[in-house]
Nanobody, 129 residues
């Protein structure tokens, strides 16, 4: 069984920064990728960022971003700690949402939520104007 536990959410003013962490346990060695999604009140869950999981070198990891966060958010991983991070800079009020960590075993589009096998409980990020 796989468990994903997010942390690092909170309240921040517009222009500020937060760093989310997602610690994975269980059968992590065969992950294909991990990602972050978010869901704002009254809206559908949307893709934020994803990173390939395999390979020792994190420098060459493939990463993908939604257009709305490119240049502001950075996803990274530490395989030794089974943890993926989301560094969020220049936060905007429209970034307010519950952020979910997800993991998958299969290849395919990184942005499709239905291809992810496991999900965390979510962590709230609130950006005030």
């Amino acid at each position: 069984q796989v468990q994903l536990v997010e942390s690092g959410g909170g309240l921040v003013q517009a222009g500020g920064s937060l760093r989310l962490s997602c610690a994975a346990s269980g059968r992590t060695f065969s992950f294909y990728a991990m990602g972050w999604f978010r869901q704002a009140p009254g809206k559908e869950r949307e893709f934020v960022a994803a990173i390939s999981w395999s390979g020792v070198s994190t420098y060459y990891a493939d990463s993908y971003y939604a257009d709305s966060v490119k240049g502001r958010f950075t996803i990274s991983r530490d395989n030794t700690k089974n943890t993926v991070y989301l560094q969020m800079n220049s936060l905007k009020p429209e970034d307010t949402a519950v952020y979910y960590c997800a993991a998958r075993y299969v290849s395919g589009s990184y942005s499709k939520a239905n291809l992810y096998d496991y999900w965390g409980q979510g962590t709230q990020v609130t950006v005030s104007s």
